[in-house]
């Protein structure tokens, strides 16, 4: 088995938002150094980051504007 003297994606201890993404950015440009310029630039990784970044402010979004208890539930208790 050939294994490529390329630098391996390491797994580590997130703990907050901007560390995650950090860590994918660093990460897609590890796993993808095809896609990385000789000037560090990638509009690939940049792409599938923003593309990211869309999905988790959808779900944040959505999240926060669910009820916790079912509104209906209340107006009828509220009305017995």
């Not at 580590?12 to 000789?38: A, F, G, K, N, S």
């Not at 979004?61 to 669910?66: F, G, H, K, L, Y």
Request: negative net charge; aromatic residues 4%.
């Amino acid at each position: 088995m050939n294994i490529p003297d390329q630098p391996i994606a390491m797994s580590h201890e997130v703990h907050t938002y901007i560390e995650r993404r950090q860590q994918i950015h660093d990460d897609l440009r590890i796993q993808h150094p095809e896609w990385v310029e000789p000037d560090g630039k990638s509009s690939m990784c940049d792409s599938y980051e923003a593309r990211l970044v869309e999905l988790l402010d959808g779900l944040t979004r959505r999240e926060s504007t669910q009820c916790i208890v079912d509104p209906h539930r209340l107006l009828k208790k509220a009305a017995n």
